[in-house]
């Protein structure tokens, strides 16, 4: 479902994307990269889709918000089963 929604200027638009107590993924489209790439930031949401863009497997996947937290896949994913151990006085 797409849901089309007016807007006056850019930061209206991040406002009304970001309330929603979801966040798993978001959808940009524009004909500037620079513009893309700004939105996209501000977004409130764990993927990011520009022009189109499928997913790139093997990257983080999870969502903000009440879309769950943590992460799948790719190194983010790796590091939730990995355990830090610091060691003191060895020389």
Same mark, same amino acid.
């Given at each position: 479902m797409l849901v089309i929604i007016p807007f006056s200027d850019e930061d209206e638009a991040i406002e009304i *994307?970001?309330?929603?107590?979801y966040g798993l993924a %978001?959808?940009?489209q524009t004909g500037s990269p620079?513009? *893309?790439e700004r939105v996209a930031t501000r977004?409130? %949401?764990?993927?990011?889709h520009?022009?189109?863009a499928g997913i790139n497997y093997g990257s983080p996947f999870g969502g903000y918000k009440q879309s769950g937290n943590g992460r799948e896949g790719g190194i983010m994913g790796l590091e939730d089963?990995?355990?830090?151990k610091t060691l003191h006085?060895?020389?």
């Open positions: *994307a970001n309330d929603t107590p %978001a959808f940009v620079n513009r *893309a977004l409130r %949401a764990g993927a990011v520009i022009n189109g089963y990995l355990e830090t006085g060895i020389s």
